[in-house]
């Protein structure tokens, strides 16, 4: 029934992929599941299923489902300005030219889930690298918020989507909300519940000898090894990166994105109000795809009636439910800048199709700009 699935995925083999794997559901039950390849090539160690990997983006929509548990529990709107629960954005900065000046909107919660904030995605930002120096290294999540603050806007607040750290301002203000660690609220509101035991956003935890080996593609398309201790996005040692500072297994994301799906995290009337479209008129040069994008999660665009949404991660994950027909997929691979970076998304294509669906492709599309430079470089 699945050959057509095996002989796809098994082509990213072909492609430099050292292992993958990937769990389907269908209204509650697992269909699928196939690992293959090395979770460590050099040392030949064959994909066994349970390897923990480093979600990267995939992180965003835990966050955004933390988040929401707040919205639900009435302690703050959407529409509130984020500066009436963090002070150091009351009074931000927009460039302008060569120079920058007063912003004339303040930036709402909203504009966070949906990453209209202004914000850009430059690690090496001289606030960020005074972040690193002056935390002496520990760089705690809500000081992050601190810093950034610091930094001049792209553009105006809510004026357009732009692929940035909405997301781990959103992890400080789960914190200011909670009155507790991201990671911790995360934990026992996600995790626990979901009986995700493999999953983690705290460093301190992060244990390497379970962690799939982690490769990358150079400039030049050749696949390199880098360290397990290289974790991108993490500034410190104890910054949680609400936008990509998970680690966790398979089994774990499955469990998150199948407990989303049934209602058992949020509402359904949350979850709908979640994966409705926020940005049709304002997507902005930095988003290509035909879909929309909701609350911290892809979606579709208004007038089109697929019930699919998720998103994807640097190193190769992809994590999407598709509501309408009782279908959620977690795939997984430790490759950055990977030559299938794109062929990931056309997994819930096959799946649909295999599982006796009209194929709905309007998500089966790259990301971003920069994940289309990617794919043409390699050849996609």
């Not at 492609?15 to 293959?36: I, N, Q």
């Not at 603050?149 to 989507?161: D, K, S, V």
Request: glycine share 10%; hydrophobic share 35%; charged share 30%.
């Amino acid at each position: 029934m699945f050959s057509e699935l095996n002989d796809f995925l098994d082509s990213f083999l072909e492609r430099g992929t050292p292992g993958y794997d990937l769990a389907v559901f269908h209204k509650g039950e697992c269909v699928y599941r196939r690992f293959r390849g090395y979770s460590d090539y050099e040392n030949k160690i064959p994909m066994n299923g349970k390897e923990r990997y480093n979600l990267y983006s995939c992180s965003k929509v835990m966050t955004a489902t933390a988040a929401m548990m707040l919205w639900e529990r009435g302690l703050f709107r959407l529409e509130d300005k984020l500066s009436d629960y963090m002070p150091e954005f009351s009074e931000m900065k927009v460039r302008d030219g060569d120079g920058v000046r007063a912003a004339t909107r303040p930036i709402l919660i909203e504009h966070l889930f949906t990453m209209t904030a202004g914000f850009d995605y430059e690690h090496d930002a001289p606030e960020l690298v005074d972040f690193r120096r002056e935390t002496g290294g520990v760089c705690k999540t809500r000081d992050f918020a601190r810093y950034i603050a610091r930094r001049p806007l792209l553009f105006e607040p809510g004026e357009m989507w732009h692929y940035s750290f909405c997301h781990d301002v959103l992890a400080a203000f789960v914190e200011v909300i909670s009155g507790e660690r991201f990671g911790e609220f995360v934990r026992k509101n996600i995790f626990l519940p979901c009986g995700m035991t493999d999953s983690t956003f705290y460093p301190a935890e992060w244990d390497h000898e379970t962690v799939a080996a982690q490769y990358r593609f150079n400039e030049n398309g050749v696949r390199e090894r880098i360290s397990k201790d290289i974790i991108f996005y993490n500034f410190g040692s104890e910054y949680e990166s609400g936008g990509a500072g998970c680690v966790s297994s398979v089994d774990d994301c499955m469990k998150f994105i199948e407990a989303l799906r049934k209602g058992e995290l949020l509402k359904p009337e949350t979850l709908k109000l979640m994966t409705t479209d926020r940005i049709e008129h304002r997507r902005g040069d930095n988003w290509i795809t035909d879909y929309g994008y909701g609350l911290g999660v892809k979606c579709a665009r208004p007038g089109k009636s697929t019930g699919i949404f998720g998103w994807g991660g640097a190193a190769g994950a992809d994590m999407t439910i598709d509501a309408k027909n009782g279908i959620t997929l977690y795939f997984a691979q430790h490759v950055l800048r990977s030559p299938v970076a794109a062929m990931k998304t056309r997994i819930i294509f096959l799946v649909q199709k295999l599982l006796g669906y009209k194929p709905d492709g309007v998500i089966c599309h790259v990301a971003s700009k920069r994940g289309e430079e990617n794919a043409k470089k390699f050849g996609q």
